[in-house]
């Protein structure tokens, strides 16, 4: 397994419904955390990468202002978007940047403050996250792509909602433990299955909330990690792959071809199969997509995915535990934050750190964090 | 220009595959073909990316699809709010796969995965136009 680049520090800030202060605020928040970790201060840095989905800042060129705030000029940085899975992408610039000798010490923060702008702005935005010119014309957002993977899945497979209801009660009964997230009430079944249709068969508890939010991960070099950390946590696999951004150009629905490809090469590098993952943290946007998950990270067969829900065993005491802080369902998902976020909670979990959601003697833990409807795939193993 | 006219709302007014809006106006929803390597696009490419060309011809899409799925939108983005509910729909024409909305007065519960549709052009108020599936 490659020990060549570590995890030293990670912050994350509470994520809420409306942050009350800036972006350059809400950016210090996850940054002061993660430099405080790792015992660092802003000259030890050598450089910093800023994660957004840009089309939600009013600031033009953020990385510019974040970076001059937190302190890291003269260093250099730069901007880094792959929509919701920015802060991934910004982890394996990070590391490539690491490997290649060309740094020691990389900062990678990752924020959204959603509201700032206005809800219809907002919704306005996301029609356009589609294909502009064919897809977004017929008023495409979302929840009605990811409702057509559901319904191709269900149709397949014969997975059902209650298969997905299940995964948000387990989803909210961790985010009752998690104070950062954005959500926090328990969730049962009945609530789920009786909530309002958003685009069919996704209901409005499959789906998660947004959130203002920041992320910070202090990535070293073997030898300054050595020098630096008691606990690092190294990267052992980085997988990045890309799908059609079209539905007309993807091979199926009912999995996402991005996440598998990313599956695969992250397992390659690390040199581990799927059995070897003791804890993980999937792109749970929607209910479906944590279901999806399963099956292209190699955690079930596909088709398969719903018998691990419903046993039990993506539970904490499972052969997987999987998204135990609550996931993007109940923390909520600021977009460039997010990838962050499940990082610093496997980072977490492998320092034995996790309190109430510790999985006990987890050792080898995995990030699935996607872009966008399935066109980012971003896969990433971590051990201690 | 002449792109415009695309859709509920368009976002995008300028393409070298203008051309299907005129094709839509004469009733027929075409694709387009590379004359390099055969590959058919829908929707339709001005360009072959395979073998770097922009030597496309129009092809149209005759006869019936499957339903690949689809789902009914309760809740639309900006610009669609007068337009819901609608069913969005993926349907596969012998391996071309086409995007976009159920015909009106088809109930969801008329809709099944593997579906017979056709697919034909919509006129829309306001000079603009579309297309729509229909049960075959």
Same mark, same amino acid.
């Given at each position: 397994?490659?020990? *060549?680049?570590?995890i030293?520090g990670?912050g994350?800030s509470h994520?809420?419904? @409306?942050?009350?202060?800036s972006?350059?605020?809400l950016?210090?928040?996850?940054?002061?955390?993660?430099m405080?970790d790792?015992?660092?201060?802003p000259?030890?840095v050598n450089?910093s990468?800023?994660?957004?989905?840009p089309?939600?800042?009013?600031q033009?060129?953020?990385s510019?202002l974040i970076?001059?705030?937190?302190?890291l000029?003269?260093?250099?940085t730069f901007?880094?978007?792959?929509?919701c899975?920015?802060?991934s992408t910004?982890?394996?610039?990070?590391?490539?940047?690491?490997?290649?000798?060309?740094?020691?010490?990389?900062?990678?923060?990752?924020f959204?403050?959603?509201?700032? #702008?206005?809800?219809?702005?907002s919704?306005?935005?996301?029609?356009r996250?589609?294909?502009?010119?064919w897809?977004?014309?017929f008023g495409?957002?979302m929840?009605?792509y990811?409702?057509?993977?559901a319904?191709?899945?269900?149709?397949?497979?014969g997975s059902?909602p209650?298969?997905?209801?299940?995964?948000?009660?387990k989803?909210?009964?961790?985010?009752?433990?998690?104070e950062?997230?954005?959500?926090?009430?328990?969730?049962e079944?009945?609530?789920?299955?009786?909530s309002?249709?958003?685009?069919?068969?996704?209901?409005?508890f499959?789906?998660?909330?947004n959130? *203002?939010?920041?992320?910070?991960?202090?990535?070293?070099?073997?030898d300054?990690a050595?020098?630096i950390s008691?606990?690092p946590?190294?990267?052992? @696999?980085?997988?990045?792959?890309?799908a059609?951004?079209?539905?007309?150009g993807?091979?199926?629905?009912? !999995?996402l071809?991005?996440?598998?490809e990313?599956?695969?090469?992250?397992?390659?590098?690390?040199?581990?199969?799927?059995?070897?993952i003791?804890?993980a943290?999937?792109?749970?946007c929607?209910?479906?997509?944590e279901l999806?998950?399963?099956?292209?990270?190699?955690?079930?067969?596909?088709?398969?995915?719903?018998?691990l829900?419903?046993n039990?065993?993506?539970?904490?005491g499972?052969k997987?535990?999987?998204n135990?802080? @609550?996931g993007?369902?109940?923390k909520?998902h600021?977009? !460039?934050?997010?990838?962050?976020?499940?990082?610093?909670? #496997?980072?977490?979990?492998?320092?034995?750190?996790?309190?109430d959601i510790q999985?006990?003697?987890?050792?080898?833990?995995?990030?699935h964090?996607?872009? @966008?409807?399935?066109i980012?795939g971003?896969?990433?193993?971590?051990?201690? | 220009? +002449?792109?415009?006219?695309? +859709?509920?709302?368009?976002? /995008?007014?300028?393409t070298?595959?203008?051309?299907?809006? =005129?094709?839509?106006?004469?009733?027929?929803?075409r694709? /387009?073909?590379?004359?390099?390597?055969?590959?058919?696009?829908? $929707? $339709?490419?001005? =360009?072959?990316?395979?073998?770097?060309?922009s030597?496309?011809?129009?092809?149209?899409?005759? +006869?019936q699809g499957k339903i &690949?799925?689809?789902?009914?939108?309760?809740y639309a983005?900006?610009g669609?709010?007068? =337009?819901?509910p609608?069913?969005l729909?993926?349907?596969?024409? &012998?391996?071309i796969?086409?995007?976009g909305r159920?015909?009106k007065?088809?109930?969801e519960d008329?809709?099944?995965? +593997?579906?017979a549709?056709?697919?034909? $052009?919509?006129t829309l108020?306001?000079g603009k136009i579309?297309y729509?599936?229909?049960?075959?």
């Amino acid at each position: 397994m490659p020990k *060549d680049v570590a995890i030293i520090g990670v912050g994350q800030s509470h994520f809420v419904r @409306g942050y009350p202060g800036s972006i350059r605020e809400l950016a210090f928040d996850a940054y002061s955390e993660a430099m405080k970790d790792a015992g660092l201060g802003p000259d030890d840095v050598n450089a910093s990468i800023i994660c957004t989905a840009p089309e939600y800042d009013k600031q033009r060129s953020p990385s510019g202002l974040i970076a001059e705030y937190l302190g890291l000029n003269p260093q250099p940085t730069f901007a880094i978007e792959t929509v919701c899975s920015a802060s991934s992408t910004g982890l394996k610039v990070a590391y490539s940047m690491i490997k290649s000798g060309l740094h020691d010490i990389v900062v990678v923060l990752g924020f959204q403050k959603m509201s700032e #702008i206005t809800s219809a702005d907002s919704q306005e935005r996301m029609g356009r996250g589609a294909d502009i010119m064919w897809e977004s014309p017929f008023g495409t957002m979302m929840p009605a792509y990811y409702a057509m993977h559901a319904r191709a899945h269900f149709n397949k497979y014969g997975s059902t909602p209650e298969d997905l209801a299940l995964i948000r009660v387990k989803a909210a009964k961790y985010g009752t433990l998690n104070e950062r997230a954005v959500y926090r009430k328990g969730v049962e079944f009945d609530q789920v299955m009786s909530s309002d249709i958003i685009a069919s068969p996704l209901k409005m508890f499959d789906c998660c909330a947004n959130a *203002d939010g920041s992320s910070c991960m202090v990535l070293a070099s073997a030898d300054k990690a050595k020098e630096i950390s008691k606990k690092p946590v190294w990267v052992l @696999g980085v997988g990045a792959a890309s799908a059609a951004m079209t539905m007309t150009g993807r091979d199926a629905l009912s !999995g996402l071809s991005a996440a598998r490809e990313a599956a695969k090469a992250a397992y390659e590098m690390a040199g581990v199969t799927p059995q070897d993952i003791d804890v993980a943290e999937v792109h749970d946007c929607f209910t479906i997509a944590e279901l999806m998950a399963y099956e292209n990270l190699g955690f079930a067969e596909p088709g398969k995915g719903n018998e691990l829900i419903r046993n039990g065993e993506t539970y904490i005491g499972g052969k997987i535990p999987v998204n135990v802080d @609550g996931g993007l369902l109940s923390k909520g998902h600021p977009i !460039g934050a997010t990838g962050g976020s499940q990082i610093r909670t #496997i980072v977490l979990q492998l320092r034995d750190e996790a309190g109430d959601i510790q999985v006990p003697g987890a050792e080898i833990g995995l990030v699935h964090n996607i872009g @966008g409807v399935g066109i980012y795939g971003n896969v990433t193993i971590l051990g201690r | 220009m +002449g792109f415009e006219k695309f +859709g509920q709302v368009s976002f /995008t007014s300028q393409t070298r595959a203008a051309e299907f809006v =005129d094709y839509l106006e004469k009733g027929e929803v075409r694709a /387009t073909k590379c004359n390099e390597c055969g590959r058919v696009f829908f $929707p $339709p490419r001005a =360009d072959c990316s395979w073998c770097m060309s922009s030597n496309v011809e129009w092809l149209e899409i005759k +006869g019936q699809g499957k339903i &690949d799925s689809f789902t009914k939108v309760n809740y639309a983005p900006t610009g669609f709010e007068k =337009d819901v509910p609608y069913i969005l729909t993926l349907a596969d024409f &012998d391996g071309i796969k086409v995007f976009g909305r159920m015909n009106k007065e088809i109930s969801e519960d008329n809709v099944k995965v +593997g579906m017979a549709v056709k697919v034909a $052009p919509l006129t829309l108020s306001e000079g603009k136009i579309t297309y729509e599936f229909l049960p075959a």
